[in-house]
């Protein structure tokens, strides 16, 4: 059993559904899905690549995305999904590393032949059409005899700190991701949609499988990203829509339902659920997009070593607004989801008592079979079944956890603990401060002191002594910032998420 016999299923009970739409227009049912699919895993293996051989895709949002994704898992071999925004040197070393060699391109990322690749296909292009085009009995090719502890999907972190590193993500671990979402994150029916205005190559992209498993519509925006008014005019044609989302791009939408005086109602028409993670919410963010676009938010907790499942918000969480802890629950991310076991622990990792701030661990089925070829960080990662997240976090009676920070983003000044998200939740509830990130830069003296970057709003006009007050107004003189920087932006991966890393090496750069 394979994540390639999740479209046999659907290909064989309801051959004629719709499957994936380019905007609002058709492009293939399921059975065209599976027939192009398994065409494609036809031609992978006459070109003579075999299972377990690595097929990179730098794409894009495009259709034929999923339908190369399939093909490739129908073939038995590995998929690369990697960022599209990389720099085609960058996605050269993840091809010499991962030894892919195929890949699939959209043209406006990779104009030039990539090297390392022995064949280089853009999705629109005469040759994908070959490639990809549908073979006459798609359920007569046999799909690759591999088990569910194969390596589907080779997930190239953002390599922030260095070179990235590859997590092999088997088909057991997505299949219990699938199933978990119809238990933990939201159900779905035959029929429902879900868009892809985030990236494929990343968590909006695994989602494609529990929405397969359900049979519901795979919908790629006509932009290929994120464009609000598209999106909430796409949601009002095809039917209510389901996405995942950073938070940026949840703050988009919700900027544009307001600026449009759309109701809640509304909303309601675009979108059935909006599952949100990848970067921090805001407690501030999260209550203004559930006041403009009501209850069809979900957030999870999850990392590319344990792709989408950790702890999750639910709907019900966030609509409990009478519950006595309520704003500490929104301010979190929930508690464990099915799949898996969530604890808190020191460096050795001895649980910490509930409240304690530690470092998040997860065992489970969804977790990585490990690093490719890097055996030392896999040992390092994953030690005893358990897999070290880097992440700091806390958790409550109930179960629920907080997330501090990453352990690398923690601040120590002066021996005290700083968590850079609490001196932003303070900061961005300063009318006026539209986004903030906190670092910290080396000191001779406290061995590092707190400084805030700081977007303001347009027309706001923001100054550090405005600032400082607010910060001492809420939270403990040690942790406000002892410099404020502003920017017109914050640098931000594809994800949405900030990068902290470039802040850090802005200020070793600049003389004090």
């Known amino acids: 059993m394979t994540l390639a016999h999740l479209l046999v299923r659907q290909a064989r009970q309801r051959p004629e559904s719709p499957a994936i739409l380019r905007g609002s227009a058709l492009h293939a049912t399921h059975g065209e899905w599976a027939a192009r699919s398994a065409g494609l ?19 894009h949002n495009h259709p034929r995305y999923l339908e190369a994704l399939w093909g490739i898992w129908w073939a038995g071999m590995v998929a690369v999904p990697v960022n599209a925004k990389l720099h085609p040197r960058e996605v050269e070393w993840i091809v010499a590393n991962s030894g892919a060699r195929w890949g699939f391109v959209t043209a406006d990322v990779a104009p030039e032949p990539l090297g390392g690749l022995e064949r280089q296909v853009a999705l629109d292009s005469p040759d994908a059409d070959g490639l990809l085009a549908p073979t006459p009995d798609a359920l007569a090719v046999p799909v690759a005899g591999r088990q569910l502890g194969d390596v589907a999907w080779l997930f190239y972190t953002s390599g922030t700190t260095g070179r990235p590193k590859g997590v092999m993500l088997t088909h057991r671990n997505l299949m219990t991701m699938g199933l978990g979402y119809f238990v933990d994150v939201d159900p779905v029916a035959q029929g ?50 389901s996405l995942f989302a950073a938070p940026t791009i949840v703050g988009r939408l919700v900027d544009h339902a307001q600026a449009a005086g759309l109701s809640q109602d509304d909303c309601a028409h675009s979108f059935k659920t909006i599952v949100y993670g990848g970067a921090p919410m805001y407690v501030a963010d999260i209550q203004r997009a559930l006041r403009v676009m009501g209850p069809r938010f979900v957030q999870i907790y999850g990392q590319g070593e344990t792709p989408m499942t950790g ?60 690093y490719w070829q890097n055996p030392e960080a896999t040992a390092a990662a994953i030690q005893h079944g358990w897999l070290f997240t880097g992440d700091m976090g806390t958790l409550d009676a109930d179960g629920y956890l907080t997330l501090k920070d990453r352990s690398k983003d923690l601040i120590i000044s002066g021996g005290s603990n700083i968590y850079p998200r609490e001196v932003e939740e303070a900061l961005l509830t300063l009318a006026g401060v539209a986004e903030v990130a906190v670092v910290g830069q080396p000191d001779a003296e406290w061995g590092e002191n707190v400084v805030a970057f700081v977007v303001a709003q347009a027309g706001s006009a923001l100054d550090e002594a405005t600032l400082d007050a607010h910060c001492l107004a809420r939270i403990a003189r040690f942790k406000r910032p002892k410099r404020y920087v502003f920017v017109s932006n914050l640098p931000k991966n594809n994800y949405g998420k900030v990068l902290k890393t470039e802040l850090r090496q802005r200020l070793a750069d600049v003389p004090r």
Not at 41 to 57: H, I, T
Not at 324 to 340: D, H, K, S
Request: hydrophobic share 45%; proline share 5%.
């Open 41 to 59: 895993a036809q031609r992978l293996r006459e070109a003579g690549l075999a299972e377990g051989d690595r097929v990179l895709l730098f794409a």
């Open 311 to 370: 702890t999750v918000l639910s709907r019900a969480d966030l609509a409990d607004t009478a519950h006595p802890r309520y704003l500490e629950r929104i301010a979190g991310v929930g508690v464990a989801q099915t799949p898996v076991r969530v604890r808190v622990t020191d460096s050795q990792g001895r649980d910490l008592p509930l409240g304690e701030v530690g470092e998040v661990l997860v065992q489970g089925d969804t977790v990585m079979a490990g």
């Open 192 to 241: 429902d949609a879900i868009a892809y205005a985030a990236p494929i190559s990343h968590g909006a992209g695994i989602y494609a499988i529990p929405h397969l498993m359900a049979g519901a519509r795979h919908v790629v925006p006509a932009s290929g990203g994120v464009d609000p008014a598209e999106l909430f005019a796409l949601g009002r044609e095809v039917g209510a829509l």
